[in-house]
Nanobody
Framework: QVQLVESGGGLVQAGGSLRLSCAAS????????MGWFRQAPGKEREFVAV????????YYGDSVKGRFTISRAMAKSTVYLQMDSLKPEDTGVYYC?????????????????????WGQGTQVTVSS
């Protein structure tokens, strides 16, 4: 069974930091782009960041640029999201996603329907 498992969520004050992790099991995504999305109550799922299989290329959503950093452990199906200068509007469930087809990040982009494997999510709450 293919799984993506997120960890690292929690409660933090505005201005603080959190680091999320996502590990794959059941198959390897070492040659696949992996990304992060988030969803706040009553809102649509929002693109946060994506990173290429080799870690060279990454894209970010406009609302997190300059504050969040995506990275991955090379040759491993593990991706991280370092979140700094957190704001209350960053609150939501954060999901890890991967494309099993190995398509490049420029193709995958910010459309969640392009990703075929998802984790269960981890809650991030930023208090003001």
């Amino acid at each position: 069974q293919v799984q993506l498992v997120e960890s690292g969520g929690g409660l933090v004050q505005a201005g603080g930091s959190l680091r999320l992790s996502c590990a794959a099991s059941g198959r390897s995504f070492s040659r696949s782009a992996m990304g992060w999305f988030r969803q706040a109550p009553g809102k649509e799922r929002e693109f946060v960041a994506v990173i290429s299989w080799n870690g060279v290329t990454s894209y970010y959503g406009d609302s997190v640029k300059g504050r969040f950093t995506i990275s991955r452990a090379m040759a491993k199906s593990t991706v991280y999201l370092q979140m700094d200068s957190l704001k209350p509007e960053d609150t939501g469930v954060y999901y890890c996603a991967a494309d099993g087809g190995g398509r490049p990040v420029a193709v995958l982009g910010a459309n969640p329907s392009n990703y075929d494997t998802w984790g269960q999510g981890t809650q991030v709450t930023v208090s003001s």
